[in-house]
Every structure is written in structure tokens, then in C-alpha cells.
């Protein structure tokens, strides 16, 4: 069995925070902090998946011909993937917040 699968024209989460972390210096200069603005792109890119499943989760419940099932299915797991992702380095950075805050000096 050969199952094909067609390339995504929207990169993942993790795509996304990479190509966003590598710009990040020259973007960082104008809009205040390396790290600020990667983790503002992810965010971004990740809400973007979210919004676009919902869209597509729309047409298929309205019956559009032009979208499918099999299509939608994958962008509300790319959308979930990619907010399971952003809620662990969320918890990490609390943790690691906690951590540092809990230090004796």
C-alpha cells in the first residue's frame, strides 16, 4: 500500500518558531527583544492554525464541495499539536520562573 499525502502550504508550529527565531535579531532590532518577538511569531502561527481549522471545520459543516474531510481533520491536529506545544513551554517557563524566584541569594 502507497498512501501519498500532499505538502502542507502552511508550515507547523515548530517550522514556524524556528524560521521566526532565526529572523528574530533582525526583526528584534525594531520591535524590543530577541526572544519577545519568536515567541510572539509562534504564538501568532499558532493562533493562525487555530483560526484556519475553524474555518475549515465551517465548510465542511456547511457542505462545501471544495473542502475535505481528510484536509480539515489534519488542520485541527496541526492546530491541536501546535497549542500542546505552546502550552509546555508555557509550563516550563513558569516552572522555570518559580524556580528562579525560589532561589536564596
Known amino acids: 500500500m502507497d498512501l501519498r499525502l500532499a505538502p502542507l502550504?502552511?508550515?507547523?508550529?515548530a517550522q514556524a518558531f524556528?524560521?521566526?527565531a532565526?529572523?528574530?535579531p533582525s526583526a528584534a532590532e525594531g520591535s524590543g527583544g530577541g526572544f519577545a518577538g519568536a515567541l510572539s511569531g509562534?504564538?501568532?502561527?499558532?493562533?493562525?492554525?487555530q483560526n484556519q481549522?475553524?474555518?475549515l471545520q465551517r465548510?465542511?459543516?456547511?457542505?462545501?464541495?471544495?473542502?475535505?474531510?481528510e484536509q480539515t481533520m489534519v488542520a485541527i491536529q496541526k492546530a491541536q499539536i501546535?497549542?500542546?506545544a505552546t502550552m509546555h513551554v508555557r509550563n516550563r517557563m513558569v516552572q522555570?520562573?518559580?524556580?528562579?524566584?525560589?532561589m536564596q541569594v
Open 9 to 13: 502550504t502552511s508550515p507547523t508550529p
Open 18 to 20: 524556528a524560521r521566526t
Open 22 to 24: 532565526r529572523t528574530a
Open 42 to 49: 509562534a504564538l501568532q502561527s499558532v493562533s493562525a492554525a
Open 53 to 55: 481549522a475553524g474555518a
Open 59 to 69: 465548510e465542511v459543516q456547511l457542505e462545501n464541495p471544495n473542502v475535505s474531510l
Open 82 to 84: 501546535g497549542f500542546q
Open 96 to 102: 522555570a520562573y518559580s524556580d528562579i524566584m525560589n
